[in-house]
């Protein structure tokens, strides 16, 4: 799921990790990887069309605050965000890694943690929890989703020449899943009436791994034909979360590229990641209750901005906030099963120009496609790539997607037996003190010591 590669670095030749972007990249010198708390290759990142600042408020007096509060302004609020609000998280970090020469081409190892999350967010929510019946009197949360994936990879690479100008790669990928866990909204509607709101959806929910949520039963009041009864159900139990099995899935992924030299300044490449899945065999699973239910609101979380005395604390602001969500997506626990997970492919598309005037100078295109059903995103990156001395490379890049525009670098030095790199595919300039953008929450750092030999 992760695939949060320096793509900034995708035509930087001296990068050690190129083959995690297209497994015919080859090395010009065998290496192996810093064996200490994955210094090799680091890399977290941040993906998203909102921020910090859509949601967190300061107010006169410096106290932070949420959207909810009575001193924000609805339509300015409202206004800062889309029909469908996306976020994606990503970690990667390279445990060990090696490549080497023999066999006729170029062999790479790579021991791998990896993380990634997805999360699709109407507007009609934030509507909803902001105006309430201020607003319309209907909201519709269809295509709602959270998703976390979460594993070990063990990954065998060979890349070689097969004819002139061509080169091609493959990977094979042994998966160990820590944990997963998804959460989807096919369709729900919010019917608002007086103070409480008629909610009725269709969704299911499934956990599998590292993370064991236990169930609870829970006693409610339901009418039917003037006559009132009570009803005992199990729904899932948030707040008593438990330690699953450590390994708790097992799957398989390959990934396939290839490397075309149509002329002397011109080369082409083309590959397709993370063709797999990952299968959990003890997962909890839960969908959303069959019949409709009430819901009263979001409660204890705004104040009313006249009244300072009555402030609540933004930690806590936040903790009563998921507990309401809680009380609005019902879930009904339906037992434990086996359920599979694909990865998500990545497409990569590359293009490289060679200056004619100068050709340590290249220019460079990536387009690359995130297949993964509601996640699924694009970007086309431009990149200008300079080698001014053997030991030393640097590229700029700048890429459109559909989480908006971003700014990205990388520093590379290599020389024989040391390498380091540093570099990014988000730059950000204004950050919180928790260190998070506050403008849209674009942002990826990598990092890494190897020793080329």
């Known amino acids: 799921m992760a695939q949060n590669t320096l793509r900034s670095a995708y035509f930087t030749e001296g990068y050690t990790y190129r083959h995690h972007m297209n497994p015919a990249f080859a090395n010009e010198r065998n290496y192996v990887s810093m064996p200490l708390l994955g210094l090799g290759n680091f890399n977290i990142g941040l993906q998203s069309t909102v921020g910090v600042k859509d949601f967190i408020h300061k107010l006169p007096d410096g106290s932070l605050t949420t959207f909810l509060n009575d001193a924000v302004d609805a339509n300015d609020f409202l206004g800062g965000l889309k029909n469908r609000n996306r976020m994606n998280l990503d970690f990667d970090m390279t445990l060990l890694s090696f490549g080497f020469h023999k066999w006729g081409g170029f062999n790479t190892f790579d021991l791998s943690i990896k993380s990634g999350t997805r999360m699709n967010l109407p507007k009609d929510l934030f509507e909803f929890a902001k105006v ?120 398989m992924a390959f990934d396939l590229g290839a490397t075309y030299k149509v002329r002397e300044d011109l080369e082409v490449s083309l590959a397709l990641l993370d063709l797999g899945w990952i299968s959990y065999k003890n997962a909890t699973k839960a969908t959303m209750a069959a019949e409709p239910w009430e819901f009263n609101g979001f409660q204890n979380v705004p104040f009313d901005s006249d009244k300072p005395g009555n402030n609540i604390p933004i930690e806590d602001q936040i903790d009563n906030l998921e507990d309401d969500l809680e009380d609005l997506f019902q879930m009904k626990a339906s037992g434990k099963g086996k359920h599979a997970r694909a990865l998500g492919a990545t497409l990569n598309i590359g293009a490289l120009y060679t200056f004619p005037y100068y050709d340590k100078l290249k ?91």
């Open 132 to 251: 309430g019946m201020n607003g319309a009197t209907e909201y519709n949360l269809k295509d709602m989703g959270m998703f976390t994936n979460n594993y070990a990879e063990i990954a065998l690479g060979h890349s070689r020449k097969i004819m002139d100008g061509l080169t091609v790669g493959a990977k094979v990928k042994f998966l160990l899943g820590i944990y997963n866990a998804d959460f989807h909204v096919n369709d729900m509607k919010l019917v608002l009436s007086d103070e409480k709101s008629a909610v009725s959806g269709e969704g299911e929910f499934s956990s599998g791994g590292i993370v064991d949520i236990p169930t609870k039963l829970k006693t409610k009041e339901v009418t039917e034909n003037g006559i009132t009864r009570q009803e005992t159900e199990e729904e899932l139990d948030f707040d008593n979360i438990e330690m699953g099995d450590p390994i708790g899935g097992f799957g």
């Open 363 to 453: 220019f460079g295109f990536l387009e690359s496609t995130r297949i993964n059903g509601r996640y699924s995103w694009s970007e086309g990156r431009f990149s200008a790539n300079v080698a001014p001395v053997k030991c030393f490379d640097a590229s700029i890049s700048y890429a459109v997607s559909s989480f908006g525009h971003s700014f990205g670098w990388i520093l590379n030095y290599h020389t024989r037996g040391f390498n380091l790199f540093l570099g990014s595919n988000h730059q950000f300039f204004k950050v919180t003190p928790q260190f998070l953008p506050v403008g849209n929450a674009n942002m990826n750092l990598s990092i890494g010591i190897n020793f080329p030999f």
